[in-house]
């Protein structure tokens, strides 16, 4: 099973600041990395897949990149609605498999 | 619009059943990969199960022989049966479709059922 490790688990940040959120995998998985945005009480979001392909409204603050093991979620100039727990997650290999979440609070 | 909308969960006993269902709308739940994924409290995201109508049908080493997975094509919607539960499978269970093949992405997602297990 491919491990998915994401750093840091916390991110402390102030609004307007940006925050750039790791993800390693622990063998290559292409391209074949998708991002969630998970806000308290509420179900994912889709950010991206295929590493750096947005999802359907994501605002232009949000980038995804990389490729192989190792990938980043940037968020340029941090909102107060962006304040959530962000997972990556392969799908390059079966099973399916979630990075354990970087949570970004208010600094 | 495409959604999926949950229903089902709650406190069971230890070893008790659960059902979940998963209506979906704006796309056919026959034509593609469905999975449930659950999170436990304060934890991260794994998967449970996959299905695809007439075909694959999958599930995690932790609910296999317990859960049982299916559609109703009529109905458009998931189910999720859960049998001979156990305090670990408390966790919000969510349904999901998966955008490619069995090696995908997820979205949307269904906004979640709390299932319980205690005594």
């Known amino acids: 099973e491919i491990v998915m490790t994401q750093s840091p688990a916390t991110l402390s940040v102030s609004p307007g600041e940006r925050a750039t959120l790791s993800c390693r995998a622990s063998?290559?998985?292409?391209?074949?990395l998708a991002w969630y945005q998970q806000k308290p009480g509420q179900a994912p979001r889709l950010l991206f897949y295929g590493a750096s392909t947005g999802a359907t409204d994501i605002p232009a603050r949000f980038s995804g990149a990389g490729s192989g093991t190792e990938f980043t979620l940037t968020i340029s100039s941090l909102r107060s609605e962006d304040f959530a727990v962000y997972y990556c997650?392969?799908?390059?290999?079966?099973?399916?498999?979630f990075g354990q979440g970087t949570k970004v609070e208010i600094k | 619009e495409v959604q999926l909308a949950q229903s089902g969960g709650g406190l069971v006993q230890p070893g008790g059943s659960l059902r979940l269902s998963c209506a979906a709308s704006?796309?056919?739940?026959?034509?593609?990969?469905m999975f449930w994924v659950r999170q436990a409290p304060g934890k991260g995201l794994e998967w449970v199960s996959v299905m695809r109508a007439g075909g694959t049908i999958y599930y995690a080493d932790f609910v296999k022989g317990r859960f049982t997975i299916s559609t109703d094509n009529s109905k458009n919607t998931l189910y999720l049966q859960m049998g001979g539960l156990r305090p670990e499978d408390t966790a919000i269970y969510y349904c999901?479709?998966?955008?490619?093949?069995?090696?995908?992405?997820?979205?949307?997602w269904g906004q979640g059922a709390l299932v319980t297990v205690s005594s």
């Open positions: 063998q290559g998985v292409g391209s074949n």
């Open positions: 999901t479709r998966g955008r490619t093949a069995i090696l995908t992405w997820f979205d949307p």
């Open positions: 997650q392969q799908y390059d290999y079966w099973p399916l498999t």
């Open positions: 704006g796309f056919s739940v026959s034509s593609t990969y």
